[in-house]
């Protein structure tokens, strides 16, 4: 006779090693080896926190009426891990027939995995105590060392910070700052997004601002320091099988929040995107640092598991979000408690990001990716198909192209109504009288406009222009159309709060004796090959890392379509710093 408890657990972990497949092929970049260990262990170990209690009660209801009860219980488990993939197939707007065909493919493993559980039970029953004893131990042994060896890195991506935190101030700060990042947000959406018309209504709009890298980590750093990529070196690759994998802020290079905390503002950051991470250095100078991002991603990693997905399905509200209502409702909480002092609090918004039309507490149906059920679409279904287009595996028409950029667009008007809401809530609190507000974005975002997808690929206007807005006190409204860029938002944030520039390179914004043409330096890349180049008021330089070059005539050609590198190969000559690229 099998034992029904060895039944019950072994038909547990076998879901769980299914979920770890899944897992894994549903990221495809762990990148550190601690993760993949929370990748293997994780599934297994959750498998065993449901199935066991659930394969006990499936046992004693049926103990009655059969003789049968391990493979009853067994049966059970796998009958719930088949049901909850099911789900998530139909809740992801999947077709009855790749349903139907899921169905019989589940149907299969799970009769497949309950024989294979009473067989290993029986083979146990039949073994020496002795035997039995080991194996178990052994088992509980392994998963135990590896959920242990998975875990600390998995922490500590949630919190950072441990900069200047004000206490006694000889200084007095002339207003408190408020920072918005918006990820991914094209300059051209942002001029359309409430928020910033009534932030521009009573501030100064940019409207030829830039930032120097197309991705996340090297644009917020070079934000958050006032220096190019190659002066704060953060971003660089370090190993050409993973994105991740990636150079850190340099520990040398002072921060605006260092600065601002030094200067007596009470500084904190609630924050989106597992690159803004104490990892990379993005949290250093600040008093107090969430990235909230870290903490929703714990419970994505587990996605492709039975308990998530049932979860996803039937209780969404209760999994770990990052989407634009957590942060500010984190926001509001922060500023009740430290927005009667002197402040600096930057917000970094994630939900424009690729995958679009995300929404709280969603994943793929991975199953049905992975069996290529690549399904158009009904409305309201999330595009995660990001991957593949950028690969150029997945070419869509015009009109999916459009429900791509619709699901985007939902995305910025969610961040939009929450900005808003912030707003009226400052407003009806009176902080909105002391504070400078500033939007902005880390990097746009191409939907086709050279033939690509998402960002991180080129050097296009698409990816490096980016909104700015700052509303301070005692401003005239105005609109600015000459270039700025984003090494000026440091010095202009340091002024408005009261303080020196530091000696940094760019400007105060709001300095009319300030203004004046500049080149700013290009550079790292995400996927593919390395570009690096500069940017002036009226061209563009770019040059691969295998030397092709490309010059744009922005006056006469905005949308970057005539290279005119070849005509004018005297253009950088003397105007655009080649720098050599430090790291690698
Ligand atoms: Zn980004």
New binding site residues.
């Given amino acids: 006779m099998p034992s029904v408890l060895a039944a019950i657990l072994v038909a547990g972990a076998l879901t769980g090693l299914a979920d770890t497949v899944l897992t894994l092929a549903g990221s495809p970049d762990p990148g550190l080896v601690t993760y993949k260990l929370s990748y293997v262990f994780g599934p297994i170990l959750l498998a065993l926190v449901w199935a066991a209690p659930i394969g006990a009660v499936a046992a004693e209801l049926c103990r009655r009426r059969t003789r049968r009860v391990a493979a009853v219980a067994a049966g059970f488990i796998q009958a719930v891990w088949a049901a909850s993939l099911l789900v998530d197939g139909w809740r992801a707007g999947q077709s009855p027939f790749a349903l139907i065909v899921l169905a019989g493919v589940l149907g299969i493993a799970a009769v497949a995995f309950t024989r294979l559980a009473v067989d290993a039970a029986t083979w146990l029953a039949t073994r020496a105590p002795a035997v039995r004893a080991g194996v178990t131990l052994a088992a509980a042994a392994a998963l135990l060392c590896g959920v242990l060896a998975g875990t600390p890195r998995g922490t500590s991506g949630f919190g950072g910070g441990g900069g200047p935190c004000a206490g006694s101030r000889t200084a007095s700060p002339r207003q408190s700052v408020l920072l918005i990042t918006v990820?991914?947000l094209r300059a051209d959406v942002a001029r359309e997004m409430r928020a910033y018309r009534r932030l521009a209504d009573r501030g100064v709009a940019f409207t030829q601002h830039v930032t120097a890298s197309p991705?996340?980590l090297p644009s917020v750093a070079s934000l958050l320091t006032g220096r190019a990529p190659d002066d704060h070196g953060a971003g660089a690759s370090l190993s050409s099988r993973s994105l991740v994998l990636r150079t850190p802020m340099r520990r040398d290079v002072p921060t605006l929040a260092g600065l601002l905390g030094t200067h007596g503002l009470r500084t904190h950051a609630v924050v989106t995107?597992p690159f803004l991470t104490a990892r990379y250095g993005i949290d250093r100078g600040f008093c107090t640092f969430e990235n909230v991002s870290m903490e929703s991603e714990a419970a994505r990693a587990l996605g492709q598991t039975t308990l998530l997905r049932l979860a996803r399905a039937f209780a969404a509200g209760w999994l770990p979000s990052d989407r634009a209502r957590e942060i500010r409702a984190r926001a509001e909480r922060w500023l009740d408690r430290h927005g009667n002092r002197p402040f600096f609090l930057w917000l970094h918004f994630l939900d424009p990001?690729a995958p679009y039309g995300d929404r709280d507490g969603a994943s793929t149906s991975l199953v049905l990716d992975l069996m290529a059920f690549q399904h158009a679409g009904a409305t309201g279904t999330p595009f995660r198909g990001v991957a593949l287009a950028r690969a150029g595996e997945y070419r869509p028409g015009p009109e999916e192209r459009r429900r791509i950029r619709a699901l985007y667009r939902e995305d910025v008007d969610s961040v939009d109504r929450e900005v808003g809401a912030l707003l009226d809530w400052m407003d009806a609190r009176g902080l909105t009288p002391r504070t400078a507000i500033v939007l902005t974005a880390?990097?746009g975002e191409e939907f086709w406009d050279h033939g690509g997808l998402e960002h991180g690929r080129t050097l296009y206007e698409e990816v490096l222009r980016v909104p700015l807005v700052v509303a301070a006190q005692g401003q005239k409204p105005a609109t600015r159309g000459d270039l700025t860029t984003v090494l000026d938002v440091a010095p202009t944030l340091l002024a408005l709060a009261g303080t020196d520039p530091h000696g940094l390179p760019g400007a105060d914004l709001l300095d009319p004796r300030a203004a004046g043409t500049r080149v700013l330096p290009l550079g790292q890349t995400l996927f593919g090959e390395d570009w690096s180049g500069c940017r002036a008021a009226s061209w563009k330089y770019a040059r691969s890392e295998s030397g092709e070059e490309r010059v744009y005539d922005l006056d006469q050609d905005p949308g970057e379509r005539r290279n005119v590198a070849a005509l004018a190969p005297g253009w950088r000559t003397g105007s655009c710093p080649t720098r050599p690229k430090s790291g690698s």
Avoid: L
Wanted: zero cysteines; hydrophobic letters at 25%; proline letters at 0%.
């Fill in positions: 990820d991914a991705w996340t995107n990001h880390d990097h």
